[in-house]
């Protein structure tokens, strides 16, 4: 049993694409500027996927309608509806979630909601190593994490994509004990 065991019920969510800029000085290094940070484009992939932050995180909108069953083997399931933006299985972006089962794997680097068949190998792209992040989904143009934190009885789960190698978005949900 972890501490992740149990019923969680959907209090809020939020939705965050935040401004980046790409500049190059040659044909082989590419720098991202996000929020005043410059940073080595694959640096900010491997810190985005990690669910770090690098500007002021938008508030949660009060938000309801999704359970998330945590079993003692860190098995998940959910279901519910709820009118949020929720990156699917597939890993498009719907107006409403779109519930899915998985397990939830630990590493080093956190704790990550998988998708039943996902691999569990350290997340990469072009050869690059993203330590003990764990993707849900990398289908060549998307990649997601999806994350969860216990604070106290709330579990905040971050769900942090890159499309197409630069287009960054994040979605946060916060629940709370059922």
């Known amino acids: 049993m972890t501490d992740f065991t149990g019923r969680w019920t959907l209090r809020g969510a939020v939705s965050h694409d935040p401004d980046v800029a790409y500049e190059s000085e040659d044909e082989i290094r590419m720098d991202a500027v996000i929020d005043g940070t410059r940073l080595d484009l694959e640096l900010l992939l491997h ?16 938000a309801s309608g999704l359970t998330l069953d945590i079993g003692d083997d860190d098995t998940f399931t959910e279901s519910g509806t709820a009118e949020v933006e929720w990156f699917c299985e597939e890993g498009v972006l719907e107006a409403k979630a779109l519930p899915f089962d998985g397990r939830i794997v630990t590493t080093p680097a956190g704790s990550h909601l998988l998708l039943h068949d996902a691999g569990t190998e350290p997340a990469s792209a072009d050869g690059h190593r993203y330590g003990d992040v764990r993707l849900r989904l990398d289908d060549g143009d998307t990649q997601i994490t999806d994350t969860v934190v216990l ?4 579990l905040r789960r971050t769900v942090s994509v890159v499309t197409d190698e630069m287009y960054l978005s994040r979605v946060r949900y916060e629940y709370g004990r059922a």
């Open 47 to 62: 810190k985005w996927l990690a669910g770090e932050t690098f500007d002021a995180e938008p508030p949660l909108e009060p």
């Open 151 to 154: 604070d106290g009885d709330r």
